[in-house]
């Protein structure tokens, strides 16, 4: 696995790296961080559709999680158990969803090009569209992150629904932006509702926060 140890570790233009360092972007109450470790954190995502939707993230800059270093891996292990199990046992579904970005320009339908996975509190096929437009790799049984694949130097598509083993695509075109939320959106029949940006969902994100604070450990 990738040390990165010439990655930069932060990135001043980068939301999900001033999230550590900047307390007025923090201090918000949708920002509320339900967990801070030593290598990520994990914050509910804008755009809620529902309640339960949060993204893990990596404290460090990196472009997706194939890059993240050997020593946090336990961390997250620990971690992406932890939320899954918490949605299956809160909400009864969950799907999880991750645009692997290589750099700015190459961003696989990720809107920020820093490591973060979502978990959204549905049942939601993905994969049965992806595989029909993406070339699949294979991840051995039991990993449950695209980290532990060696470094790609291909945009990727991770994805993991529920009872099923993770996958990955690789992204040989540019994709829209929010690739994937534009499919979750259309799958939950929220259509024009994909872009968190216009459609912040703010209440769910609170009602969020009241349900998983200091449960995600």
């Given at each position: 696995m990738n040390t990165a140890a010439n990655a930069d570790p932060f990135d001043v233009g980068c939301?999900?790296?001033?999230?550590?360092?900047?307390?007025?972007?923090s201090g918000e109450p949708e920002n509320e961080l339900l967990y801070s470790g030593e290598f990520h954190y994990v914050v509910c995502g804008l755009g809620a559709w529902i309640p339960g939707y949060?993204?893990?993230?990596?404290?460090?800059?990196?472009?997706?999680?194939?890059?993240?270093?050997d020593e946090s891996q336990s961390e997250f292990n620990s971690l992406f158990a932890n939320i899954e199990q918490l949605f299956l046992e809160r909400f009864g579904e969950?799907?999880?969803?991750e645009h692997g970005a290589i750099d700015d320009r190459q961003r696989a339908g990720a809107c920020i090009n820093?490591?973060?996975i979502h978990f959204i509190a549905r049942d939601i096929d993905l994969c049965g569209e992806l595989e029909r437009?993406?070339?699949q790799i294979a991840i051995p049984n039991g990993i449950s992150s695209a980290r532990h694949l060696p470094p790609?130097?291909?945009?990727?598509?991770?994805?993991?629904?529920?009872?099923?083993?993770s996958r990955v695509f690789l992204v040989d075109r540019p994709l829209t932006t929010q690739f994937l939320r534009r499919r979750v959106a259309s799958k939950l029949r929220m259509y024009k509702y994909w872009d968190y940006k216009l459609?912040?969902?703010?209440?769910?994100t609170m009602k969020t926060i009241a349900i998983l604070r200091g449960r995600i450990k």
């Open positions: 939301v999900f790296c001033r999230m550590k360092f900047d307390s007025d972007l949060v993204l893990l993230v990596t404290h460090r800059h990196f472009d997706n999680f194939s890059l993240s270093p969950v799907t999880v969803f820093h490591a973060h437009q993406f070339r790609l130097q291909t945009p990727y598509l991770y994805v993991k629904q529920k009872g099923e083993e459609y912040p969902f703010t209440e769910n």
